[in-house]
Structure formats: C-alpha cells, structure tokens
C-alpha cells in the first residue's frame, strides 16, 4: 500500500467527517497545512471545506492525461451577429455549467446576451438551456458577470442600469426571483459578483467598493459596503477587479497588483490581510474577474504578468499564487507554474481550485498553431500541486481562436476551460472546452 493511501487511511480512521460541519476529532490536512482541533466549524458556503477536499482527494484519482478528446460546448450560433462571445464569464457547480453568451442577439436587440445552462443528465449528457431575460435591451450584455452555487445564478446586465440578476432553480426550470441594484447607479456596478450560499459579494470598480447582500426571509438585503482600508496605496484603481467569497472570507482584487482579505466576524467585515507583488506589471490577481479564487481555507490568486525564469522562457509567461489559512492570514505555500507555457502566455489570468484540482489558465500560451491553454494540476500526498495535464484545442478545430483558458473552473471531477473568441460560425462566436473522469 503507498504512502498516499496509509495516510488517507489514517486520516479517516480518525474520523473525518464529511457531512457535518464540524470535525469530529483532532485532525491534520494532507501535507500538513492546516490543523482542526474537535469541535471547529468547518467552512461553509462554498465550492469545498476542508472535510469534503479531503473527501476529494480519498476517491480513486482522476488521470486527464488519460482523456483523448474534450467534450466542446457552443451557445445557439446561429443568433451571431458579431460573435456572441460564448464563454467570456462561466462557472461551474456540482453537475451544472453555466456560461454566458454576452454578444447574442435576443429579440433583435444585438448584444443583449443570454446565459446557457448545461446539467448532465442520467446518460451522463450535457443537456444544454438557454436563458434570457423577460425585457432584453440592446447592448445589455447579461451574464458579463456571473457566478453559480446550488440552484442559485447570478449574472449582471447593465441596461436601463447596471444591475444583477437573480436565477433560481425549481425542478428544471430557471426563474427570475430578484432583481439587485444600488441607487447611485454607479456605471462600474455589477462588474464583478461571487455568490456563496445566501450571500454575495458585488463589486463596483468605478467607485472602489464592494457590496454585501444577504438573503433575509426571502429579500435580498445589503448587509455590508466594504472599501479598502487606509492606508489606500495611491496607484490603486478598480477596488474589485475580481471578486471570491466563501463562507465568511472574501478576496478582492485590485488593479495593477493588489489583493485584499476580508473575514466576517458575525457582525462587521474586517481588512485581515494586505497582499501585494513586487512589480506593477504583475497583474497580480487582477487580470480579470476571474484572476482569484477562494476555496474553504485555501486562495489561489493568478499572476498574469508576472517574469518566470523557465528554461526557454523570457518576457510575462505569468504564474500563480497558492495559500493556506494558517488561522491568522493566508500563507504562501507554493508558486506554480506549468512546464508547457511559453514567452508572453498570461498564465494566471484565471485561475480555479476544488478538491485535490487547481486549474490555471493561460489565454496567450502559443502551442504551435493554437492561441491559449488550461493547464491542470493536482494536489500530491504531501500537499504539493503537481502539473498534469495541458488542455487546448483539438487540432481539427484551430481556426485562428484565440482566448482558450479565458475563464476556467473546476469541480469534482470535472474541468472546463472557455475559449470566447473562437471562430465557430463567425469571429467571436466561442466554444467551452470540457474534460473529465465518466464524461
């Protein structure tokens, strides 16, 4: 029996327990991480705790270097005007995919947008929806920003303002339950959102700050206007560029190189934690919605400009940041890089993370004649993230696309990366790229 197994076994002999939310005895992450003393409360409200990730990684490991060809996903082509840019935003939660489609037409108003949802059924086939909003408006955009958790969708739109959008799953069908919006109409709200249970998180770049909204018996209530605390570093624009809420912590990013933590207390939001790289250029965590993700204790945070001293490579090859809560901040474990990515390829400029998975994107990886790559890794029995597996286009499909790793996402099993860009049926129309274990 390897070391990997005698240590899972050890672990569950002394009683994890992945169904309540707490531990059951005095227990230690794999490679040491973290540890839980009985009685702690897991936490919640996001895609893993720290039970389940071990869950995860107890099941018979996943090999994507083992997958021949990805599943590819399309929005409704035939509604293109200029490219309907299927797969901008995306977002992935147990069996369900959501993907929008910003640039589609709907009801002749050109670029109103819409969402698709793709749940697998019994036959294990994603089954694709497609969702709009009751009174499309030209140029609304839905879906530029958006997040899923449960059978809960949220997804921005801008016009006749700015605004998000609240789906909610009954059976198998989506309806519009809420309608969230501030009265300032502030033109940069709603450009980012992270949802996590009852609660999310809206950012709002023009006027640096991020609202908090809870639901509280059946109405979407705003509980929180958080700003970064003073001092406010001077070069700082776009106070929530990306946006990562889990349980009580959220992360917000900040142009050019900044990410800031915030933890809940049960009553007010508190600044814990302060993170800034070395250099401007880094686009540390701040590349895009996407450039960071919190997952229980654990945060990734992608740097898409950052110099990486690889062997052939010179220039922004890009990089990401892997952390760890060590019950007073976050702590850097591990820089990952991918040995696949070449000069100028923005890895990091998204970024996921789920169970023993962590995907980074890099959207200007040139492989050959592809533009844009997924690189996946997982995590080892001594809690080090090894690289695995590479997902790009199938060379059957490479017609000038571009963007591939845009936007990732991982859950159990399952890894997604989105290529908005691709010429399907004009330019721009894009694909999702889909690979896992039993798909």
């Known amino acids: 029996?390897?070391?990997?197994?005698?240590?899972?076994?050890?672990?569950?002999?002394?009683?994890w327990d992945v169904v309540s939310s707490q531990c059951t005895g005095d227990q230690t992450i794999v490679g040491g991480n973290l540890t839980l003393n009985k009685g702690d409360v897991i936490v919640e409200g996001c895609n893993t705790s720290v039970c389940t990730m071990l869950h995860g990684i107890m099941n018979p490991p996943c090999n994507f270097g083992l997958i021949s060809k990805p599943i590819k996903l399309y929005g409704d082509i035939e509604f293109s005007l200029n490219g309907n840019q299927f797969?901008?935003?995306?977002?992935?939660?147990?069996?369900?995919?959501?993907?929008?489609?910003?640039?589609?037409t709907v009801g002749g108003h050109q670029s109103a947008g819409v969402l698709y949802i793709f749940k697998k059924d019994a036959r294990k086939l994603w089954v694709r929806t497609r969702l709009?909003?009751?009174?499309?408006?030209?140029?609304?955009?839905?879906?530029?920003?958006?997040?899923?958790?449960?059978?809960?969708?949220?997804?921005?739109?801008?016009l006749p303002t700015p605004r998000i959008n609240v789906f909610e799953r009954f059976y198998r069908s989506w309806n519009l339950t809420a309608i969230i919006q501030t009265s300032g109409e502030s033109i940069g709200f709603a450009e980012s959102v992270s949802l996590s249970v009852d609660r999310m998180a809206i950012g709002d770049t023009y006027m640096a700050r991020v609202y908090i909204f809870t639901l509280q018996s059946g109405?979407?209530?705003?509980?929180?206007?958080?700003?970064?605390?003073?001092?406010?570093?001077?070069?700082m624009m776009d106070f929530g560029t990306a946006l990562s809420l889990c349980g009580d912590f959220l992360a917000i990013s900040a142009q050019p190189n900044m990410v800031y933590i915030f933890r809940f207390n049960g009553t007010v939001w508190n600044q814990i934690q302060f993170i800034q790289?070395?250099?401007?250029?880094d686009r540390f965590g701040s590349f895009g919605q996407y450039s960071l993700k919190l997952d229980g204790y654990r945060l990734v945070v992608g740097s898409a400009g950052a110099m990486v001293n690889i062997s052939g490579?010179?220039?922004?090859?890009?990089?990401?940041?892997?952390?760890?809560?060590?019950?007073?901040?976050?702590?850097?474990?591990?820089?990952?890089?991918?040995?696949?990515?070449?000069?100028?390829?923005?890895?990091?400029?998204?970024?996921?993370?789920?169970?023993?998975?962590?995907?980074?994107?890099?959207?200007s990886n040139f492989i050959g004649t592809n533009i844009g790559s997924a690189e996946i890794f997982r995590l080892d029995e001594w809690g080090v993230w090894q690289w695995q597996y590479q997902l790009i286009q199938e060379a059957e499909d490479i017609k000038s696309q571009f963007n591939v790793g845009a936007c990732v996402g991982t859950y159990d099993d399952v890894i997604f990366s989105s290529a908005p860009a691709e010429n399907v049926n004009s330019q721009g129309d894009g694909a999702i790229y889909l690979a896992g274990c039993g798909n």
């Open 1 to 15: 029996m390897t070391i990997r197994w005698l240590i899972l076994l050890a672990i569950s002999i002394i009683g």
């Open 132 to 158: 709009e909003l009751p009174t499309p408006h030209a140029f609304d955009y839905l879906g530029h920003s958006l997040d899923i958790h449960g059978d809960r969708i949220v997804a921005s739109s801008f």
């Open 277 to 281: 790289s070395s250099l401007l250029s």
């Open 87 to 104: 797969g901008l935003s995306a977002a992935i939660y147990n069996d369900t995919i959501i993907s929008s489609a910003c640039g589609e």
């Open 219 to 235: 109405l979407w209530v705003q509980t929180a206007l958080i700003i970064p605390a003073p001092p406010v570093p001077m070069l």
């Open 313 to 363: 490579v010179s220039g922004s090859s890009g990089l990401a940041y892997y952390y760890v809560w060590n019950g007073s901040i976050f702590e850097l474990h591990q820089i990952i890089r991918s040995p696949r990515q070449n000069s100028g390829a923005n890895c990091g400029s998204s970024v996921s993370i789920h169970s023993d998975t962590l995907i980074m994107g890099c959207q």
